[in-house]
């Protein structure tokens, strides 16, 4: 009795586990509507920007990865594929969809006043920046656009930040402006809304987009409108600048610091003056 007892409790507890992990083995590992076999020109050694650290520890825990971080940072290519790409890290080797794999050109050159794609290289994760000196095109000095920035124009922090951080040459791609590119700031037209983003690929209708959070998401591409970098934009204008993770109006531009990239505003209303990059910043939205 007691050995058909503990039988019997044997097969209770597999029949309330087995459930829970089949759940997590069927799990769809690619949520979104958006085709993962883009087509990418890679090499061996290539740097590319992808979120090789957290997408797959998050497919192998099941997790779903709508609501996944991913952040992209810098990592190289071992072998191409043409829906998976086998990427190596500090970490080892990593097979991650092409579509989640911005590739990066080994032999790029910028001018000032350039935008480029690139990673924080003093610290880590994808970021855009403005060039501000040019005397080595493969080896220019930037200023970020994604990072923290005073929002005093009169602050004396700013005269070492203008300075610029020099990339490394094959470390970044010049953006092209207004164009659907890796790298492009977005604005999203969702419930009325417009929401902050920036985009990851473009294929047929679809737009991928890494956005607040670094949360991932997949749109129809009437619904995303490119935000320009070289806005003609100044003292005094009425625009749209970004509260959390979306553009609003009524803001007014009090200063431009067109070398670094960055506008100063304040709200209607406020006397408060914030800085925003270029990317957050605009006169388009309607």
């Not at 089949?22 to 061996?44: M, R, T, Y």
């Not at 829906?83 to 790029?108: C, H, Q, S």
């Not at 924080?120 to 220019?140: F, H, K, L, T």
């Not at 700031?185 to 679809?206: M, P, S, Y």
Request: proline share 6%.
């Amino acid at each position: 009795m007691k050995k058909s007892l503990r039988t019997i409790l044997c097969l209770m507890a597999l029949s309330i586990v087995i459930p829970v992990c089949s759940q997590g083995s069927n799990n769809n590992p690619w949520p979104w509507n958006f085709p993962q076999n883009v087509k990418l020109k890679l090499e061996a050694g290539q740097t590319v920007l992808s979120p090789f650290t957290y997408y797959p520890s998050s497919v192998e825990k099941g997790e779903p990865l709508r609501n996944a971080v991913l952040i992209f940072y810098d990592t190289t290519v071992k072998e191409a594929g043409e829906e998976k790409t086998m990427l190596n890290n500090f970490n080892g080797e990593v097979e991650m969809p092409n579509a989640l794999i911005i590739p990066i050109p080994t032999k790029a050159k910028a001018k000032k006043g350039d935008v480029v794609l690139t990673w924080w290289q003093s610290g880590s994760g994808m970021q855009r920046a403005i060039v501000v000196d040019d005397s080595n095109p493969q080896e220019p000095k930037v200023c970020y656009l994604d990072l923290r920035w005073p929002d005093n124009p009169d602050s004396p922090t700013l005269e070492e930040k203008r300075k610029g951080e020099q990339l490394k040459p094959g470390t970044f791609a010049v953006l092209k402006d207004g164009q659907r590119q890796s790298g492009a700031q977005v604005a999203i037209k969702k419930d009325k809304e417009w929401r902050t983003g920036t985009l990851i690929h473009v294929e047929g209708d679809k737009v991928l987009v890494l956005g607040f959070g670094s949360k991932i998401e997949a749109y129809d591409k009437a619904d995303v409108r490119i935000i320009p970098f070289k806005e003609k934009i100044k003292v005094g204008d009425k625009v749209w600048a970004t509260w959390v993770n979306e553009y609003r109006p009524g803001y007014e531009v009090t200063a431009v610091d067109n070398l670094t990239g960055h506008v100063f505003v304040k709200k209607e209303g406020s006397s408060s003056i914030e800085s925003k990059s270029l990317a957050e910043v605009t006169k388009t939205l309607e």
